[in-house]
Structure formats: structure tokens, C-alpha cells
């Protein structure tokens, strides 16, 4: 894989390290709400239905269980993250295949995909990388193919648009900033890219669940012919 310029990621080698470190209790944790969002599920299996007939990628995979949702739904699906240590963690914890990837420079051929994932993956990128990033989910996927996106908006302290940097997470050091993200930028950004947004739903946190934000999803669909 060629690394991308600098200015589409420059957080990459920080992100990296830092999932890197916390791979083991973020999996324990985090990898293990899904049985508890029935709504992020039940978007999963729509996002299935749409992408069954052909390759898919789950980008940002981080422990691999939207992964391996997918595989259970009969879903051809690969995992990519930017962190070796949490490709190592998903690998071991599924059985599913991953590698190790920066989604502003995925290692993958021009209209290779049918359907692409990326599920709370974006916040870590500023607006130039997301829109590098978004520039790269289109090149990948086939033209009709369908992509499926997660992100954070807003916590009580913070409004879209803001961001949080965190230097500790788990009781292990980090340098991770977490950018909240606002549908309607992300949707214009998409449309740049020739991304259409079909699909928007926002919700709030699940009490005891998640952590306490709410979040937006965007189905959204390649230009061109399937």
C-alpha cells in the first residue's frame, strides 16, 4: 500500500499508535455493544441486503464486529483499519480476513467493490481528509454500488463541527482527536464527490449502552449504471 501525501491524513500516524495501544480494551468494550443498538443492526441488515451480490469493505473496521455482522448476513466482506494492532485483535476475534489500510489511500482497484462500510471511522479525519476519503469510496466502488456511513454529531459538550482530543483512553496514552460531524456538510462534501445521499437517519445515544452521543447514518450511492 502507498501512504498517502501527507495533507490527506496527517492524524494517520497518531491514530495509528494510538489504536494501536488500546486495541485489547476497546475491543473488550466498545466491540461488544452491538447486540444492545437494534437500530444500528437493523441498518446493517438493509446495508446487506443492497451489497450480498458482490465484494465488500469495511473501512475503519476497528475490532471487526460490524465485520463480521456482515459475514453473518452472507455478506463477501474484508476488514481495513489503520491500525495493525486492531487488525490483529479482529482477525483472532473473528476468523475474518483484514489488512491494514489508510481509507484516503485504500489498496483496492478502481470500481472493485459492490458495497463499502465505514462505521464511526470518519471522525477521526479533518474536512480535507474526509473529503480525500470520500474521493477514494467513489474511485472503489462499482458505479450504483451503495456505501454506509456512521458518525458522532454531538455529545452535552459539543456541537457539530466541534471536536475533542483525547491524551488518555483506558487508563493508556492516546493522541486522538474526535471530530463531531454535521449531516448536511458531510452530505454536500459527498455530493462532491459524486456520492448521493439516499438515505438519512439520525439518532440519539442508547442509555447505558454507547457513549453518550448522538449519531447520524448516510446511505448513500455511486453516480452511473449498476
Known amino acids: 500500500m502507498t501512504n498517502p501525501p501527507p495533507e490527506q491524513n496527517p492524524a494517520a500516524p497518531a491514530t495509528r499508535r494510538s489504536y494501536d495501544t488500546v486495541a485489547e480494551p476497546y475491543a473488550a468494550d466498545i466491540g461488544s455493544e452491538l447486540p444492545g443498538k437494534p437500530l444500528d443492526r437493523a441498518l446493517l441488515d438493509a446495508f446487506a441486503e443492497v451489497t450480498r451480490h458482490g465484494p465488500v469493505a469495511d473501512v475503519g473496521c476497528g475490532p471487526g464486529q460490524a465485520t463480521a455482522h456482515l459475514a453473518g448476513r452472507g455478506v463477501a466482506v474484508t476488514g481495513l483499519d489503520l491500525s495493525p494492532g486492531m487488525c490483529a485483535v ?58 454506509l456511513l456512521a458518525f458522532h454529531t454531538s455529545t452535552a459538550d459539543t456541537r457539530p463541527g466541534e471536536s475533542a482530543h483525547f491524551t488518555d483512553w483506558w487508563g493508556r496514552p492516546v493522541d486522538l482527536t474526535f471530530h463531531f460531524l454535521d449531516p448536511a456538510t458531510e452530505t454536500t462534501s459527498l455530493t462532491a464527490a459524486d456520492l448521493t445521499v439516499t438515505a438519512h437517519l439520525d439518532r440519539a445515544p442508547y442509555p447505558g449502552v454507547e457513549h453518550p452521543s448522538r449519531r447520524s447514518y448516510l446511505l448513500v450511492r455511486r453516480g452511473g449504471e449498476a
Do not use: K, N, Q
Open 90 to 147: 479482529a482477525r483472532r476475534g473473528t476468523g475474518l480476513p483484514f489488512a491494514v489500510a489508510d481509507m484516503t489511500a485504500l489498496p483496492l482497484r478502481s470500481g472493485s467493490l459492490t458495497g463499502l462500510l465505514c462505521w464511526y471511522a470518519l471522525i477521526h479525519l479533518d474536512a480535507p481528509g474526509r473529503a480525500a476519503a470520500y474521493a477514494e469510496f467513489a474511485r472503489v466502488l462499482r458505479p450504483g454500488g451503495h456505501a
